[in-house]
């Protein structure tokens, strides 16, 4: 099986920065796209960068030119650096990879991490 832990949570002022991580660790066959996530009281989670195997990226409106998602094949980590943070980036962050895994050729499954919780507040 896939297991992801993400670190790098915290409290931060407003306009601070932080940096997630997040190690993949396990057996695949293939890993394909990353992601993180966030989650808040109440809502459902939501989208907030995208990586492929191929570096190609997607933010979130609201976090595009201030995060950044990068990638590391070799070390099976994905990054998100989070600039310019306000409250309303309070939240319990998720990464997520899909793989394939299993047998033979196997199949795509998603599987996620515990979550690393971010608070933003003076």
């Known amino acids: 099986q896939v297991q992801l832990v993400e670190s790098g949570g915290g409290l931060v002022q407003p306009g601070g920065s932080l940096k997630l991580s997040c190690v993949v660790s396990?057996?695949?066959?293939?890993?394909?796209?990353m992601a993180w996530y966030r989650q808040t009281p109440g809502n459902e989670r939501e989208q907030v960068a995208t990586?492929?195997?191929?570096?190609?990226?997607t933010y979130a409106d609201s976090v595009k030119d201030r995060f950044t998602i990068a990638r590391d094949n070799a070390k099976n980590t994905i990054t998100l650096q989070m600039n310019s943070l306000n409250p309303e980036d309070t939240a319990v962050y998720y990464c997520?990879?899909?793989?394939?895994?299993?047998?033979?050729?196997?199949?795509?499954?998603?599987?996620w991490g515990q979550g690393t919780r971010v608070t933003v507040s003076s």
């Open positions: 997520t990879v899909r793989a394939r895994v299993g047998k033979a050729w196997g199949f795509w499954s998603n599987f």
């Open positions: 396990g057996g695949w066959i293939d890993l394909g796209p």
């Open positions: 990586i492929t195997s191929d570096a190609v990226t």
